[in-house]
T-cell receptor
Framework: GAGVSQSPRYKVAKRGQDVALRCDPI?????LFWYQQALGQGPEFLTY????????KSGLPSDRFFAERPEGSVSTLKIQRTQQEDSAVYLC?????????????FGPGTRLTVL | QKEVEQNSGPLSVPEGAIASLNCTYS??????FFWYRQYSGKSPELIMF????GDKEDGRFTAQLNKASQYVSLLIRDSQPSDSATYLC???????????FGSGTRLSIRP
């Protein structure tokens, strides 16, 4: 498959647990984005990587959220001490260039439910 | 005021008619604009992007941009039941990285 993949597709966590969400971008794509989508809303930007550099993390809602892309390909979004308000679909997208003017290809998302 | 505003709908259009979806944005510095389609339970897929004032056509889809009025629209001609989905309007952020999405308009094509 040549698309963006994400794992797990579904995650249920108890409040206070830590979770890690994985994104495999399209091979060779420079840019990688994380978005959070609540039910009935559009995706909300979380953070952006260009290769291994995290260039924008202005959308991360709190210091409980942390993202990394150490080798410039696979990325992990980690949420510590999960809260009920963290329940959402977490979408990863990648694009071939470092600007917002080019198509972002989205993965299937990880649906996180915090009980 | 949200950065990208859309009517949530639902917008109901008969099969074969033209569906018109509208969007306004607040940041006059926005340079690029996108329309994504999202089926229920699926991820967004890009159907159109536009950078310049005027119209851009691709098959049954036409995107229209008016920067002076800060207005973007999407027209879908010969609407099909398979067009029933949520349509997300988005703009390129000033940081040349992130995309800012609206909340989406639900479109329903009735046979």
């Amino acid at each position: 498959g040549a698309g963006v993949s994400q794992s797990p597709r579904y995650k249920v966590a108890k409040r206070g647990q830590d979770v890690a969400l994985r994104c495999d971008p399209i091979s060779g794509h420079v840019s990688l984005f994380w978005y959070q989508q609540a039910l009935g809303q559009g995706p909300e930007f979380l953070t952006y990587f260009q290769n291994e550099a995290q260039l924008d993390k202005s959308g991360l809602p709190s210091d409980r959220f942390f993202a990394e892309r150490p080798e410039g390909s696979v990325s992990t979004l980690k949420i510590q001490r999960t809260q009920q308000e963290d329940s959402a679909v977490y979408l990863c997208a990648s694009s071939a260039t470092g600007t917002s003017g080019f198509e972002q290809f989205f993965g299937p998302g990880t649906r996180l439910t915090v009980l | 005021q949200k950065e990208v505003e859309q009517n949530s709908g639902p917008l109901s259009v008969p099969e074969g008619a033209i569906a018109s979806l509208n969007c306004t944005y607040s940041d006059r510095g926005s340079q690029s604009f996108f329309w994504y389609r999202q089926y229920s339970g699926k991820s967004p897929e890009l159907i159109m992007f536009i950078y310049s004032n005027g119209d851009k056509e691709d098959g049954r889809f036409t995107a229209q941009l008016n920067k002076a009025s800060q207005y973007v629209s999407l027209l879908i001609r010969d609407s099909q039941p398979s067009d029933s989905a949520t349509y997300l309007c988005a703009r390129g952020g000033s940081s040349a990285s992130k995309i800012i999405f609206g909340s989406g308009t639900r479109l329903s094509i009735r046979p």
